[in-house]
T-cell receptor, first 113, second 109 residues
Framework: DGGITQSPKYLFRKEGQNVTLSCEQN?????MYWYRQDPGQGLRLIYY???????QKGDIAEGYSVSREKKESFPLTVTSAQKNPTAFYLC????????????FGPGTRLTVT | GQSLEQPSEVTAVEGAIVQINCTYQ??????LSWYQQHDGGAPTFLSY????GLEETGRFSSFLSRSDSYGYLLLQELQMKDSASYFC??????????FGTGTRLTVIP
């Protein structure tokens, strides 16, 4: 079955630690995206990538970093510089020509204390 | 700047019809998408309008008026499983989406 996987589903970290969230897709999509969702809020774009070895900042990139070394993988690192890292993180992918139709992974709920 | 406005909550009766509105102010507008998200789950794509008019997909329809910067999602024959949050999202530029804050739909018996 094609799809997007994110792991882990729940993640707990101490303040001051960097943490990397995994996102893998086997849909053969060129474009991948990372969003943050806070309770009762919409999705805010952190980073996106249209092609391997290239990525662009979204609306709230500060305190985050990404890499895109393989088409299938787009990991997100939440650094200690991110002031409010506790949130629900969603990864998505799409074909390049249709960014309006994104396929989402199940999400990772990160709690930093 | 960009903004999308949609009602925060809507309640409707099972079997009825409900309309969720979305007004937008964006630059470089390509089209309007709609997504459904159940509590704790991943958003799923419902529909997309690039041109004015109505798009129908089963019980769900979506409408766009570019001249009014306005769109809506219409859900017919409501079922309990339709209780979820619904997000409009504008495609602003060739590469990504800007999401609204969502409308929480509660379907009551």
């Amino acid at each position: 079955d094609g799809g997007i996987t994110q792991s882990p589903k729940y993640l707990f970290r101490k303040e001051g630690q960097n943490v990397t969230l995994s996102c893998e897709q086997n849909l053969n999509h060129d474009a991948m995206y990372w969003y943050r969702q806070d309770p009762g809020q919409g999705l805010r774009l952190i980073y996106y990538s249209q092609i391997v070895n290239d990525f662009q900042k979204g609306d709230i990139a500060e305190g985050y970093s990404v890499s895109r070394e393989k088409k299938e993988s787009f990991p997100l690192t939440v650094t200690s510089a991110q002031k409010n890292p506790t949130a629900f993180y969603l990864c998505a992918s799409s074909i390049s020509e249709a960014p309006h139709e994104q396929y989402f992974g199940p999400g990772t709920r990160l709690t930093v204390t | 700047g960009q903004s999308l406005e949609q009602p925060s909550e809507v309640t409707a009766v099972e079997g009825a019809i409900v309309q969720i509105n979305c007004t937008y102010q964006t630059s470089g507008f390509y089209g309007l998408s709609w997504y459904q998200q159940h509590d704790g789950g991943a958003p799923t794509f419902l529909s997309y309008n690039a041109l004015d008019g109505l798009e129908e997909t089963g019980r769900f329809s979506s409408f766009l008026s570019r001249s009014d910067s306005y769109g809506y999602l219409l859900l017919q024959e409501l079922q309990m499983k339709d209780s979820a949050s619904y997000f409009c999202a504008s495609q602003t530029g060739a590469n990504n989406l800007f999401f609204g804050t969502g409308t929480r739909l509660t379907v009551i018996p």
